[in-house]
């Protein structure tokens, strides 16, 4: 099993840029799917950013893609969320998550099995 643990949240302007770092313990990380959702106040969870097991393919949801890259150390068991030109409709509580398959834009909270204890982002405008 997996256990998650997120850093790098904090109070950032709009057009600022925020990195999420989430570090992963547990011999399955390197056979995980690996990624971000994010909660809002009042909103549903939803998802953010996927990148594979093996081959590192990475998704995007359409209101981050072009600003938010998805990347990840496998030496350092350690996925990343570099996030650009922030908007205040970013702020969130942004979770990672782990899963032993890859569902590409269609993962949904429902299908992650590990989740982490989240990092509030707050953007100002």
């Known amino acids: 099993q997996v256990q998650l643990v997120e850093s790098g949240g904090g109070l950032v302007q709009a057009g600022g840029s925020l990195r999420l770092s989430c570090a992963a313990s547990g011999r399955t990380f390197s056979s995980s799917a690996m990624g971000w959702f994010r909660q809002a106040p009042g909103k549903e969870r939803e998802f953010v950013a996927v990148?594979?097991?093996?081959?590192?393919?990475?998704s995007y949801a359409d209101s981050v893609k072009g600003r938010f890259t998805i990347s990840k150390d496998n030496a350092k068991n350690t996925v990343y969320l570099q996030m650009n030109s922030l908007r205040p409709e970013d702020t969130a509580v942004y979770y990672c998550a782990a899963h032993s398959a890859y569902y590409g834009r269609s993962w949904s909270p429902a299908l992650v099995e590990v989740w982490g204890q989240g990092t509030l982002v707050t953007v100002s405008s």
């Open positions: 990148i594979s097991a093996v081959r590192g393919v990475t």
